[in-house]
């Protein structure tokens, strides 16, 4: 049973940053590519990153402000965030996609398996 948990989350100042973990509980964890996407209140579920082997995506709204990386003798993969805005605000997911070449990666159908979520508040 794959399980996904993040952590890290809370509340910091804009400017601020965070860094959010996510542990996976997958055997061949090395060979799913891994998401992070985020909700806000009254908002669509919003594509944030993606790593995929060695290649990243982001998001439109995060790029130079967010990295992601993850730790494959760990399970993990982290999201650092810098540079935090008020809007950034919202749960933050994690997610895993057994394709790893998914052209449609933005996509949250695409992910098989989510966390729960951790909640981020940037106060202005």
């Known amino acids: 049973q794959v399980q996904l948990v993040e952590s890290g989350g809370g509340l910091v100042q804009a400017g601020g940053s965070l860094r959010l973990s996510c542990a996976a509980s997958i055997r061949t964890f090395s060979s799913y590519a891994m998401g992070w996407f985020r909700q806000a209140p009254g908002k669509e579920r919003e594509f944030v990153a993606r790593?995929?082997?060695?290649?990243?995506y982001y998001g439109d709204s995060v790029k130079g402000r967010f990295t992601i990386s993850r730790d494959n003798t760990k399970n993990t993969v982290y999201l650092q965030m810098n540079s935090l805005k008020p809007e950034d605000a919202a749960i933050y997911y994690c997610?895993?996609?057994?394709?790893?070449?998914?052209?449609?990666?933005?996509?949250?159908?695409?992910?098989?398996?989510w966390g729960q979520g951790t909640q981020v508040t940037v106060s202005s």
């Open positions: 997610a895993a996609d057994g394709s790893t070449s998914n052209p449609n990666y933005y996509a949250a159908r695409n992910y098989a398996y």
């Open positions: 790593i995929s082997r060695s290649l990243t």
